[in-house]
């Protein structure tokens, strides 16, 4: 399995976001939810309408854990969700392909890799490039390892700041500036 990276500089994040925009709502949004939320595809994929549609939080239980996750929808997220569940109902996959099926995680993945291809990323991406973007800019806003390793249910804080790439860019930093 290779290892993906997060989209560190917030101008790619931008430039992904546009493409994806350009290619429909569903593609921003599952792409938005994830860089927001920090949750793993397969629980994204898993959200009917009524799980976000005039409410306040998402709770899920993630398929990986069975742990039980509620946590608030932003101000980012709220209209996307009132847009897109529009006359739909309630028990409707929230991610639909164009056969009315629910979206699949290996169609998530070329969707989110031809975006950050054409906006020029070099980075390795997938669909876990979300989670870890939001763990690395959460980390970077707010500076509090053991809120993210909460929130991510790790067991460490190393690995943590090892799986947002914090750790390869410290190491990284203290070589650059290491000059006898």
Known sequence: MTTV???????????VEAILKKQSMRN????????????????ILALNVGDVRGRTHIQIVEKKTGKFKKFPINSKLKPMFEEFTKGRRADEPLFLTIFKNR?????????????????????????????????????????DVAMLQKIFNHSSPQITLRYIG?????????????IL
């Open 28 to 43: 921003l949004l599952f792409f938005t939810i994830g860089t927001n939320c920090g949750l793993r595809i397969s629980d």
């Open 5 to 15: 990276e997060p989209i560190r500089n917030k101008e790619d994040l931008r430039k």
């Open 166 to 178: 914090i750790e390869q860019d410290q190491i990284d930093e203290s070589y650059t500036n290491f």
């Open 103 to 143: 979206l699949e995680r290996y169609a998530a993945y070329y969707i989110i890799r031809y975006a950050c291809e054409e906006a020029g990323l070099q980075e390795k991406v997938g669909t876990h490039t979300m989670r870890k973007t939001f763990g690395y800019h959460h980390y970077k806003k707010y500076k």
